[in-house]
């Protein structure tokens, strides 16, 4: 290897590590803009409303066939692995408790990423590629408190609620398979599921999950759009990074808040 193309590898090295950083530094201060703009967004709630109405009303469909056939597969698989100790008649316990904890928010927050937060960045991108951000700020109006910010904590307030949903139908379709189809009692399915579940600590920590997936994807889709580049690949290329970065976000804070909250 030539000393040159050492010198240049390491200067491609340090540009992209530059890159990254102000990337991330970017990120950090529209972040914290964002929190910060929270009292005027808030006095505007019609912008808010609006955008609960985009992201939750138009993922409601998703989230809940999702949570019926989870449902379904929880009941099965619960009851098949409970009958070998003899405990099947908790199974309602399981599924609420696999669904409130854990699969409610994390799957939530999957398909939320899929289908609103793809659909948000997309939204950004093409409307900075039109040119209507930059026509905004020469009206001396704030994209990002007119644009961004509603949309935030519409995907806030949304994600949770949709969670909600989720876990409500997927206890639903456990009910369906366990009672129904197999013929577990049903005062033992209720009675052990309403026994078992504590409404701060389990039913708790599954809200305050899904609020924070829902800053994470939200904050993802609204990043990438607003720095995608203004062409038809640029906006390709960030809705797929939305999905990745949010995907794997969830996952990663998923782990960290089990550990936090059911650690202590």
Request: glycine share 12%; aromatic share 10%.
């Amino acid at each position: 290897m030539k000393p040159g193309d050492l010198v240049s590898g390491l200067a491609d090295l340090g540009q992209s590590v530059r890159s990254k950083l102000a990337e991330l530094g970017f990120a950090a201060r529209l972040f914290v803009k964002l929190f910060a703009l929270t009292p005027s967004t808030l006095l505007r709630f019609g912008l808010v409303r609006d955008q609960i109405f985009f992201l939750g009303n138009f993922s409601l469909a998703i989230i809940a066939v999702s949570g019926l056939f989870v449902g379904f597969v929880l009941g099965l698989q619960g009851y098949y692995t409970l009958q070998r100790y003899g405990s099947s008649e908790a199974l309602g316990l399981l599924v609420a408790l696999s669904l409130v904890r854990e699969l409610g928010p994390v799957i939530t927050a999957l398909l939320f990423a899929g289908r609103a937060g793809t659909a948000l960045t997309a939204e950004i991108g093409l409307m900075k590629a039109g040119e209507q951000l930059s026509a905004m700020e020469m009206m001396a109006v704030d994209p990002i408190r007119r644009i961004l910010a509603p949309r935030l904590w519409g995907g806030v307030i949304a994600m949770p609620l949709l969670a909600a949903v989720f876990s409500a139908v997927g206890i639903a379709g456990g009910w369906m398979v366990g009672v129904l189809m197999i013929g577990i009692d049903a005062g033992s399915f209720w009675s052990q599921m309403q026994g078992g579940v504590d409404v701060w600590r389990d039913v708790g920590n599954g809200v305050i999950k899904s609020m924070v997936f829902g800053v994470t994807v939200t904050f993802v889709a609204l990043y990438q759009g607003f720095e995608a580049q203004p062409t038809p690949e640029g906006v390709s290329r960030a809705t797929t990074r939305t999905v990745v970065v949010a995907s794997l976000a969830v996952l990663g804070l998923d782990f960290l808040l089990t550990a936090w909250m059911f650690s202590i």
